[in-house]
């Protein structure tokens, strides 16, 4: 048991994360969502294992994934995934949110399926929290504040629209993601980002997603603690 206990940078820290989809149910058999996969979060979150941390992931629908020494919580929709990170919030020391959620929810749900006959002819969206920004709100003022980290999955002026996240969501750091790069974003088992701090340190990392995890929570490890208030 002993070669077990390792002290790591991140011993006795408690690191919450979102990661995958999340699906937006119109009817029982039918959803909007997107092709995250998971891979980025589940990296970050195995890397911040190793290196000591108590991991929690609120984790959208992926598929069977190693959930060994993860606390992880299934959720589906946007709205069960702020609640699950809401309630948590306010106990960790780190929380980054990787996940892709859905922006939008069909207005209704439909409590059968929905027969082909009837089909609407306008699907009438309407939006879903934005789990990090209320997060963000949550904590701010508090005493302990954690550390906030967001993602910025973008397809055009990437570091522009990244930074313009990092102020709005009052974040110290944010992961910018250009989808569009082979051998980034969705589903691969690489990716290449740019990470950006409130306090002005921007880092290109790239590698597979494990390393690029690693990066990422380097960087965070260099950074000045957060200022309360
Ligand atoms: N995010 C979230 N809840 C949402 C939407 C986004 O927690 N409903 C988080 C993501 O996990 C990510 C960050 O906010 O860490 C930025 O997500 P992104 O989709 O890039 O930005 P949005 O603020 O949703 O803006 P837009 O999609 O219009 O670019
Ligand atoms: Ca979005």
Do not use: Y
Request: charged share 25%; aromatic share 4%.
């Amino acid at each position: 048991a002993a070669a077990r206990i390792g002290q790591g940078p991140l011993t006795g820290k408690k690191v919450l994360l979102t990661a995958g989809p999340t699906r937006e149910f119109l009817d029982p058999v039918r959803f909007i969502s997107n092709p995250s996969t998971g891979k980025m979060g589940l990296a970050l979150a195995e890397a911040a294992r190793k290196l000591g941390a108590k991991v929690t992931v609120v984790l959208g629908p992926v598929g069977a994934v190693d959930r060994t020494g993860l606390e992880v919580v299934d959720v589906v929709s946007a709205e069960d995934m702020a609640r699950e990170v809401l309630s948590r919030v306010e106990a960790v020391d780190w929380f980054i949110a990787s996940a892709a959620v859905s922006d939008w929810r069909p207005e209704t749900r439909a409590p059968q399926k929905v027969k082909k006959g009837e089909s609407p002819e306008v699907l009438k969206l309407v939006r879903t929290p934005d789990v990090l920004a209320e997060a963000s709100k949550k904590v701010a003022g508090a005493p302990r504040r954690p550390l906030l980290v967001g993602f910025a999955a973008e397809t055009e002026r990437v570091l522009e629209h990244a930074r313009e996240k990092l102020e709005r969501k009052n974040l110290d750091a944010i992961v910018a993601n250009d989808v569009t790069v082979p051998g980034a974003g969705f589903g691969t088992d690489t990716n290449r980002v740019t990470v950006l701090s409130r306090t002005g340190v921007r880092k290109d990392l790239e590698g597979t997603k494990l390393q690029v995890a690693q990066g990422i929570l380097e960087l965070l490890l260099s950074l000045p603690p957060a200022v309360p208030g």
